[in-house]
């Protein structure tokens, strides 16, 4: 089943435990049909990218404690949404990304050479 799959056709890997990342909050981007937002891939935010997804509407670098959020801060990993991780590539911003922890039914909605494209360097983890 793909939706347990990585983008290397293997096991999903973690993404991050802390940040606490993940649509079920436990760490991996796995598919679920109830997460619209399809938070499939795993990526390594970088200052850019956060300040894009702030002018998106979607502050992730400042604290929500009423969640349980702390906010990110570049080098945290967090599966993002597909669709906003290709909109930040558009816009020449996209955050590498970690292979063996982005879900493969991220491919339904970005290309797969796209992510490759920008997969994170060994020293990246």
């Known amino acids: ?7 290397l056709g293997q096991p999903l890997q973690p993404c991050s435990m802390n940040p606490l990342t993940g649509w079920f909050r436990d760490g991996c981007c ?3 049909p109830g997460d619209q937002g399809r938070h499939l891939v795993c990526a390594i935010v970088t200052e850019e990218f956060l300040a894009f997804s702030k002018e998106m509407n979607n ?3 400042s604290a929500r404690p009423e969640y349980g959020f702390a906010g990110l801060k570049p080098g945290d990993r967090w599966c993002l949404c597909a669709d906003r991780w290709e909109e930040a590539r ?3 911003c996209a955050p590498p990304v ?3 922890a982005t879900n493969a039914r991220a491919t339904e909605v970005v290309a797969l050479g796209h992510l490759q494209a920008f997969a994170a360097e060994e020293t990246d983890r």
Do not use: H, Y
């Open 90 to 92: 558009q816009a020449g």
């Open 59 to 61: 502050d992730l670098s």
């Open 1 to 7: 089943m793909t939706a347990n799959r990585n983008l």
């Open 98 to 100: 970690v292979l063996e």
């Open 30 to 32: 796995t598919a679920d």
